[in-house]
């Protein structure tokens, strides 16, 4: 029964089948859980299309006729009937699910219907929420609520009650974790709300205020500024908006009848739509070192296109222009001190942006990894403490995440406390029984190690120590975060395939690697994607000016060139147009292999092209690009600084780029870059040997060149073959480009893979 009842955790617009968009081979326990709920038809059905499909392969391999085929054709006729029959029954639910849709549309516009007539209790005349009775709210949504949803808020919060006092009486035990915030032993905020197009709960009450007699300050502000700005009913407009399209749909489904719904398409991600919190300590583009903000800032607005409730979880650096005080503030103990933060948000794209305010973050948007190992480490404890408590206290459009069908994305060791907080804080007592977590690996070089001692700032229950303990050679015993929230985790995903592999090594693992051969099981690889929008030179706003231009396959033959020109001007270069321009773009980190640009600097220099390197990092190999332009002048610019604008140009102007990176778990600029026509030269290894395929003269395919070892004299050899095909094979040349431009690297497949992970999180028990 655990099953059943973990299909309906929760989620009030949990569809009865969500089986239908699985892959029953992919999703074996979860298929037998579902049996239970609908006999034993699925597993039959499935078994039934494995065997006839893999009796008419073996036909076909033996090339066997006569007898045994006619069995065999008359095995698979009576398989292939039953899968018929069967798929008429899969039809028939199918049907019954979209009725099922259209109903809490219904539902939905009643809920509107309410909020409009609720309209002038939020105003209540002067703007403030302070008086409303969201009680009674409560109520009337839930009363709107057919009998077939989820349990409704009342139930919700009768479950909470029920946590609380599991948590009351295991706060007396050492073993256990007490909860997190000062003020969130009671969750107020605990609902459910899932999630998607027409399918949510309303209500979550704004928290009644409370006054602490430390800070003498209130916890939470009367009127939180969203609230007064936008409204929860303009919200939902918002919302129905992003997943419906047009207003004029949206008028249509308040009339729309179960019989024409089938005329507009369910979410991309069909039943299995689910809330969504990726937790990074960066998001582009209020604030980004590298391709973790890129990926924070672009992997959630694919998954909100697939129909996810989609939030994102970053600290506050700076002064950021979007994002708005919740009002919810709330006090957390990092070593020991109180420290108050604030809860910023913006709704953009689809997305939840919930920046977490607090002294600690504040001012530090040009150094965010600045500091001490203990400063950094005290950062992430509070970073994680506060991002986990969102859902209970951060009322994104008037309607919190609750713990319902939620799962986070925790990303990198500064968020891999959040997997171990998820466990020991609510998990072990009882709370968020059906919250999942993920875990992706950017980057597994960086991962939070410090002595035994640091165990103290993390503030767990004894018995966890053993979880970050870890000895390899290099460091000795010591305490490793990424060590503890791989072994929690519930799934772990890196970015790309070719790195999924070189983590198992000895080699590739830092350290890490037995932790993940022992964790193979919840393990994948995923190529990350680009952001379209941002990284296109159809649209690209860094090319509208100082003689740069926006371009396109159609006009790659006169408009790259241009950009070239543009940005030989603006760097003080001969503008030629026959000079082969290569570019270098990251951060000066012997990961990138900037010491191999080094090596192979004279032999460049004795041919006629020019290079522009632009990165910040280690001082020494920032002064090693201001030495190269120095001594090379009228061929080399080195570019140290930090200049999304000039990343930009220099993907869009440059013929070449060049990554001999010695490890890359995925890479981004090489996937710029060819959607840029800009060919690579990459050192295979990870991501880079997933994604760029070497050039085949005789095929006339393949993306770029690349060298198999981290060796000057191999970069050499393949950037040599690169700059004669750009010279005397100007057809093949252009064959390069095109096959580069016209790839799909969005991060749609990649959401897609995503999903997968998250569906098996989900129905993991
Ligand atoms: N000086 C500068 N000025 C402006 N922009 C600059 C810059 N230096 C770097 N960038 C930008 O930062 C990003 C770098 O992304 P990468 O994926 O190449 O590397 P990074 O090692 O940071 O990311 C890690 O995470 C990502 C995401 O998963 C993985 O792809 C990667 O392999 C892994 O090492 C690009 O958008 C690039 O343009």
């Given at each position: 029964m655990e099953n059943c009842t973990l299909l309906h955790s929760g989620n009030q617009f949990q569809p009865k089948f969500p089986f239908f968009a699985l892959k029953p081979k992919k999703f074996p326990f979860f298929v037998v859980g579902c049996s239970r709920v609908l006999g034993e038809d699925i597993v039959r059905l499935s078994v039934a299309h494995g065997s006839s499909r893999e009796q008419m392969w073996r036909i076909k391999a033996t090339g066997k006729s006569s007898g045994e085929a006619a069995n065999a054709d008359d095995e698979s006729d009576d398989a292939l009937q039953a899968t018929i029959e069967k798929s008429k029954k899969v039809l028939a639910m199918q049907k019954d699910l979209l009725q099922q849709i259209a109903e809490r549309r219904k539902v939905v516009s009643?809920?509107?219907?309410?909020?409009?007539?609720?309209?002038?209790?939020?105003?209540?005349?002067?703007?403030?929420?302070?008086?409303?009775?969201?009680?009674?709210?409560?109520?009337?949504?839930?009363?709107?609520?057919?009998?077939?949803?989820?349990?409704?808020?009342?139930?919700?919060?009768?479950?909470?009650?029920?946590?609380?006092?599991?948590?009351?009486?295991?706060?007396?035990?050492?073993?256990?974790?007490?909860?997190?915030?000062?003020?969130?032993?009671?969750?107020?905020?605990?609902?459910?709300?899932?999630?998607?197009?027409?399918?949510?709960?309303?209500?979550?009450?704004?928290?009644?205020?409370?006054?602490?007699?430390?800070?003498?300050?209130?916890?939470?502000?009367d009127v939180p500024s969203l609230f007064k700005e936008s409204s929860a009913q303009s919200y939902m407009e918002q919302k129905s908006e992003i997943f419906e399209g047009s207003s004029a749909k949206k008028a249509n489904i308040e009339t729309e009848d179960p019989e024409n719904v089938d005329e507009k398409p369910p979410p991309l991600a069909g039943t299995n739509v689910m809330?969504?919190?990726?937790?990074?300590?960066?998001?582009?583009?209020?604030?980004?070192?590298?391709?973790?903000?890129?990926?924070?800032?672009?992997?959630?607005?694919?998954?909100?296109?697939?129909?996810?409730?989609?939030?994102?979880?970053?600290?506050?650096?700076?002064?950021?222009?979007?994002?708005?005080?919740?009002?919810?503030?709330?006090?957390?103990?990092?070593?020991?001190?109180?420290?108050?933060?604030?809860?910023?948000?913006?709704?953009?794209?689809?997305?939840?942006?919930?920046?977490?305010?607090?002294?600690?973050?504040?001012?530090?948007?040009?150094?965010?990894?600045?500091?001490?190992?203990?400063d950094i480490l005290k950062r992430m404890v509070l970073f994680c403490k506060a991002a986990i408590e969102v859902p209970w206290h951060v009322p994104c459009g008037g309607v919190c995440y609750g713990d319902g069908n939620l799962v986070f994305i925790a990303n990198d060791w500064h968020a891999a406390l959040l997997p171990v907080y998820l466990k020991a804080y609510y998990r072990d007592n009882g709370m968020m029984k059906y919250t999942r977590s993920l875990l992706v690996i950017h980057n597994i070089a960086h991962q939070g190690r410090g002595p035994l001692d640091d165990f103290s700032y993390v503030d767990l229950p004894p018995h966890y120590m053993d979880i970050f303990r870890l000895y390899d050679p290099v460091g000795?015993?010591?305490?490793?975060?990424?060590?503890?929230?791989?072994?929690?985790?519930?799934?772990?995903?890196?970015?790309?395939?070719?790195?999924?592999?070189?983590?198992?090594?000895?080699?590739?693992?830092?350290?890490?690697?037995?932790?993940?051969?022992?964790?193979?099981?919840?393990?994948?690889?995923?190529?990350?994607?680009?952001?379209?929008?941002?990284?296109?030179?159809?649209?690209?706003?860094?090319?509208?000016?100082?003689?740069?231009?926006?371009?396109?396959?159609?006009?790659?033959?006169?408009?790259?060139?241009?950009?070239?020109?543009?940005?030989?001007?603006?760097?003080?270069?001969?503008?030629?147009?026959?000079?082969?321009?290569?570019g270098f773009i990251g951060r000066l980190d012997p990961q990138k292999g900037v010491d191999?640009?080094?090596?192979?600097?004279?032999?460049?220099?004795?041919?006629?092209?020019?290079?522009?390197?632009?990165?910040?990092?280690?001082?020494?190999?920032?002064?090693?690009?201001?030495?190269?332009?120095?001594?090379?002048?009228?061929?080399?610019?080195?570019?140290?600084?930090?200049?999304?604008?000039?990343?930009?140009?220099?993907?869009?102007?440059?013929?070449?780029?060049?990554?001999?990176?010695?490890?890359?778990?995925?890479?981004?600029?090489?996937?710029?870059?060819?959607?840029?026509?800009?060919?690579?030269?990459?050192?295979?290894?990870?991501?880079?040997?997933?994604?760029?395929?070497?050039?085949?003269?005789?095929?006339?395919?393949?993306?770029?060149?690349?060298?198999?070892?981290a060796e000057a004299n191999q970069l050499i050899h393949a950037l040599g073959n690169c700059l004669l095909t750009y010279r005397e094979y100007k057809q093949s040349w252009e064959g390069l480009q095109r096959r580069g431009m016209t790839q799909d690297l969005s991060w749609d497949n990649a959401a897609h893979n995503y999903e997968e992970v998250l569906v098996a999180a989900k129905y993991q028990w």
């Open positions: 009643s809920i509107k219907s309410s909020l409009e007539d609720a309209k002038g209790t939020y105003d209540n005349g002067n703007g403030s929420l302070s008086n409303v009775d969201v009680r009674g709210m409560d109520k009337d949504y839930n009363s709107t609520l057919p009998s077939t949803a989820t349990p409704p808020i009342v139930d919700d919060l009768k479950n909470t009650l029920a946590a609380e006092a599991k948590i009351c009486e295991t706060a007396q035990s050492d073993e256990r974790a007490t909860p997190l915030s000062r003020s969130s032993v009671t969750p107020s905020h605990q609902t459910s709300s899932t999630v998607s197009s027409a399918k949510r709960t309303l209500y979550v009450p704004p928290e009644t205020p409370k006054f602490s007699q430390e800070t003498g300050k209130f916890f939470q502000s809330n969504v919190i990726l937790v990074a300590a960066e998001c582009a583009p209020w604030s980004k070192t590298g391709g973790l903000g890129d990926v924070a800032g672009a992997l959630p607005k694919a998954l909100a296109r697939r129909g996810h409730r989609v939030m994102v979880v970053a600290p506050r650096y700076g002064n950021y222009a979007e994002p708005q005080d919740s009002g919810v503030r709330k006090i957390y103990k990092v070593d020991g001190q109180d420290v108050e933060v604030t809860y910023f948000q913006a709704f953009i794209d689809g997305v939840d942006f919930v920046f977490i305010d607090s002294h600690m973050f504040r001012h530090m948007e040009n150094n965010i990894y600045g500091g001490n190992r203990v000795g015993e010591h305490f490793n975060i990424f060590a503890a929230g791989l072994k929690t985790a519930d799934r772990v995903v890196t970015v790309s395939h070719g790195y999924s592999w070189e983590l198992k090594t000895s080699e590739g693992g830092w350290g890490l690697h037995d932790i993940i051969n022992e964790n193979d099981w919840k393990f994948r690889g995923i190529v990350n994607g680009i952001d379209t929008k941002e990284w296109n030179p159809e649209l690209d706003v860094h090319l509208k000016s100082d003689g740069y231009v926006n371009y396109s396959l159609d006009t790659l033959k006169t408009g790259k060139p241009q950009c070239k020109s543009a940005l030989q001007k603006e760097l003080g270069l001969p503008v030629r147009d026959d000079v082969p321009l290569i191999l640009i080094a090596e192979a600097v004279p032999w460049m220099m004795g041919q006629d092209v020019q290079l522009v390197m632009l990165g910040t990092g280690r001082p020494d190999l920032e002064q090693m690009l201001r030495q190269f332009e120095c001594q090379y002048n009228d061929k080399i610019r080195g570019w140290v600084g930090f200049s999304v604008k000039t990343a930009h140009r220099i993907t869009a102007g440059a013929d070449i780029l060049l990554m001999p990176s010695r490890f890359e778990p995925c890479g981004l600029n090489q996937l710029y870059a060819m959607k840029y026509g800009t060919i690579p030269v990459v050192h295979a290894v990870g991501g880079l040997r997933d994604t760029v395929q070497p050039f085949d003269p005789f095929n006339e395919s393949g993306l770029g060149w690349t060298f198999s070892r």
